[in-house]
């Protein structure tokens, strides 16, 4: 007997991305009581800006481990965010969030020009993340301000 595959919806894709964002939302533990780790096939890749691309499952654990020590809470705005599905494996989420980082607290929006606007990019296959790049800002609370003319000329 062959093994098959059917074709995910993207709706189906879509529900796999806001299980991985309320595990982040809930430390890291999935609505079944599982790790966010589950979700991921097991040569997954991720990419977080300023640690680079992870490889694995193991990479990515050491990535979420190493960001994760860093923030005392997370809040995804799941009523304000904009997906794009690309007809393929691809899907994108733009959206917003708040929360606690060690160096102090941030809301999308607050300052304009500060941390919690994000958008990642999916690759999502056989109910298993293949593959997230995340972009946002990873200076969660602010601080690096001095290298920036504009952000200086503001206070």
Same mark, same amino acid.
């Given at each position: 007997m062959a093994l098959t595959m059917q074709t995910m919806t993207d709706e189906q894709r879509k529900s796999v991305a806001i299980e991985y964002l309320k595990a982040f939302d809930n430390g890291g533990v999935t609505s079944t009581g599982g790790s966010i780790l589950d979700l991921f096939a097991e040569d997954a890749l991720v990419f977080f800006p300023k640690w680079g691309v992870a490889n694995g499952k193991d990479q990515i654990g050491k990535l979420f481990g190493d960001v994760g020590r860093t923030l005392k809470s997370i809040s995804h705005h799941y009523a304000h965010f904009n997906w794009i599905f690309s007809g393929s494996d691809v899907i994108v989420c733009e959206g917003t969030s708040h929360g606690e980082h060690r160096d102090g607290s941030w809301r999308a929006g607050v300052p304009a020009w500060g941390a919690g606007n994000w958008c990642d990019v999916f690759e999502i296959r056989d109910w298993k993340i293949q593959r997230v790049y995340i972009y946002? /800002?990873? /200076?969660?609370?602010?601080? /690096?301000?001095a290298r920036y003319d504009w952000l200086n000329a503001r206070d």
């Open positions: 946002l /800002d990873p /200076d969660y609370a602010g601080r /690096d301000t």
